[in-house]
């Protein structure tokens, strides 16, 4: 059974950085692509970065785009999404998410096969 968990939200302040964590079971992360994305309260879902199957592409919604990075660690089978100069609409629940392709789509073309339950990121002062 396929499983992602993600942790590292919390509470940071305007300008603050926070590294996401999402640790994947019942498959590896070289089999699909892996994703994150965000979703807050009465808005829409938000695809905000990918890292391709192979690990050689990543890409980003212009968004987060220059502040946040993508990463991850085959051995351990873990996703990052390293965040810096967070800002106050970054708030939101972060997802990560198997992706049905290899190779990420652009950013709202993500098509998610399975996701997490979720972390809280709340940027404030």
């Known amino acids: 059974q396929p499983q992602l968990v993600e942790s590292g939200g919390g509470l940071v302040q305007p300008g603050g950085s926070l590294r996401l964590s999402c640790v994947v079971s019942g498959f590896t992360v070289d089999y699909s692509a892996i994703g994150w994305f965000r979703q807050a309260p009465g808005k829409e879902r938000e695809g905000v970065s990918c890292?391709?199957?192979?690990?050689?592409?990543?890409n980003y919604a212009d968004s987060v785009k220059g502040r946040f990075t993508i990463s991850r660690d085959v051995a351990k089978n873990t996703v990052y999404l390293q965040m810096n100069s967070l800002k106050p609409e970054d708030t939101s629940i972060y997802y990560c998410a198997a992706l049905h392709f290899s190779l990420c789509p652009p950013p709202k073309l993500y098509d998610y096969a399975y996701w997490g339950q979720g972390t809280q990121v709340t940027v404030s002062k």
């Open positions: 890292i391709s199957a192979t690990g050689k592409s990543t």
